[in-house]
C-alpha cells in the first residue's frame, strides 16, 4: 500500500483539461512542498515533470501545472494530447521512516 | 548531456545475492545525492535507498534495511546497490536517478532483477 493516494486510472479527450489529485498526511503532503511528479511511458524510464509541487523543468511543457491544497497534490494537464497517454507518479519527502514515498500511479488514456 | 546507465542485473536464485551499477556521466556525480528506486513488473515506483555526495549520509525504505546496501565510488562516477538475501518480492527493473531540488531530475534506463528458482 503506498503512502500517497492517487486514482488509478483517468481518461479524457484530446483538448481538454485533467487533473490528477495526490493525497497524503501531516508526515508528507501537508507539511512539505517537496512533491514531484513523474510521467512514465510504457517501457521507458519515468520523467519528472514537476518538482516543488508547481515547478516545470526545462523543457517540459507549459500545459503540465502543479498545485497543492491541504494534504492534497494535484497534477493538471491542460490541452490533453495523444502523447499525453502515459502513467503518472507523485512522490513526496516524508518525515515518517522512510524519507520518500510515491504515489501508485494513474494510468492516463486519452480518448 | 547527463547519462546513467545501470548493469548487473540478471537471474538470481532465491537468498542469493546481487550488485547493481549505475554509471554517471555528464555532469559532476560528486555533488549529487543519488537514489535507487524500483519497479515490479506491472507495478507502481517503489524508492528503495539514497545516498549523500560524500557518502556519510544513507538512507532506505524499511523493509530493504539490513538487506540492500547502497555505497559510491565518486572516482568512478560510479553508483552501487549491494542486495543480499533476496526474495521473490524484489523481483523488479532497478533505476538509479540523480537527486535535485527534492526530486529526481534524470533517471537510468533501468535494469531488470529476477529473482526465481
Known amino acids: 500500500q503506498s503512502a500517497l493516494t492517487q486514482p488509478a486510472s483517468m481518461s479524457g479527450s484530446p483538448g481538454q483539461s485533467i487533473t490528477i489529485s495526490c493525497t497524503g498526511t501531516s508526515s508528507d503532503v501537508v507539511d512539505y512542498n517537496y512533491v514531484s511528479w513523474y510521467q512514465q511511458h510504457p517501457g521507458k524510464a519515468p520523467k519528472l515533470i514537476i518538482y516543488?509541487?508547481?515547478n516545470r523543468p526545462s523543457g517540459v511543457s507549459y500545459r503540465f501545472s502543479g498545485s497543492k491544497s491541504g494534504n492534497t497534490a494535484s497534477l493538471t494537464i491542460s490541452g490533453l494530447q495523444a502523447e499525453d497517454e502515459a502513467d503518472y507518479y507523485c512522490s513526496s519527502y516524508t518525515s515518517g521512516s522512510t524519507p520518500w514515498v510515491f504515489g501508485g500511479g494513474t494510468k492516463l488514456t486519452v480518448l | 548531456e547527463v547519462q546513467l546507465v545501470e548493469s548487473g542485473g540478471g537471474l538470481v536464485q532465491p537468498g542469493g545475492s546481487l550488485r547493481l551499477s549505475c554509471e554517471a556521466s555528464g555532469f559532476f556525480f560528486s555533488d549529487y545525492w543519488m537514489s535507487w528506486v524500483r519497479q515490479a513488473p506491472g507495478k507502481g515506483l517503489e524508492w528503495v535507498a539514497n545516498i549523500k555526495p560524500d557518502g556519510s549520509e544513507k538512507y532506505y525504505v524499511d523493509s530493504m534495511k539490513g538487506r540492500f546496501t547502497i555505497s559510491r565510488d565518486n572516482a568512478k562516477n560510479s553508483l552501487y546497490l549491494q542486495m543480499n538475501n533476496l526474495r521473490a518480492e524484489d523481483t523488479a527493473v532497478y533505476f538509479c536517478?540523480?537527486?535535485?531540488?527534492?526530486?529526481?531530475?534524470?533517471w537510468g534506463q533501468g535494469t531488470l532483477v529476477t529473482v526465481s528458482s
Open positions: 536517478a540523480r537527486d535535485n531540488e527534492w526530486s529526481r531530475d534524470y
Open positions: 516543488y509541487v508547481s
